[in-house]
């Protein structure tokens, strides 16, 4: 079992208040008749162990969680950063959530990186489907 607490009744939303396409994801999350549980990176510290989770659910390398043109990304680590193991990658996330590429959205058992906010009312269609 995983540490992260999934139910078919609760959304949960990792991202960061402080970028417009977190904001927006969010308000598509609260439009929907499911609980939600907002995670904001900005303020909210996940752990390794979350993070590793999170990337396993998504399918993807943890350093595909990471936005390495964000500023905060080059100005710590360098254009030509020299990150190569897994651990690496997580130090990044646990020091500067800021540089997670896009928010995540975790419902039930599917879990999907939300590129543009408006994705979020067809995720929520395809779980009203089932």
Do not use: C
Not at 27 to 46: G, R
């Amino acid at each position: 079992m995983g540490t992260i607490a999934t139910d078919n009744r609760e959304i949960n939303l990792y991202y960061n208040a402080e970028t417009n396409k977190g904001m927006q994801t969010l308000a598509y999350v609260q439009s929907s008749q499911n609980k939600v549980l907002a995670i904001d990176l900005s303020k909210t510290k996940v752990t390794g162990t979350q993070w590793t989770e999170l990337a396993e659910r998504l399918g993807k390398p943890i350093k595909e969680l990471i936005n390495t043109e964000h500023p905060d990304f080059i100005n710590d680590y360098g254009k030509t950063h020299n990150l190569k193991s897994e651990e690496d990658w997580l130090k990044v996330l646990e020091n500067n959530p800021k540089v997670v590429t896009q928010p995540i959205l975790v419902h039930g058992e599917k879990s999907v990186q939300i590129d543009t906010p408006s994705e979020v009312l067809v995720f929520l269609e395809e779980e009203d489907q089932h």
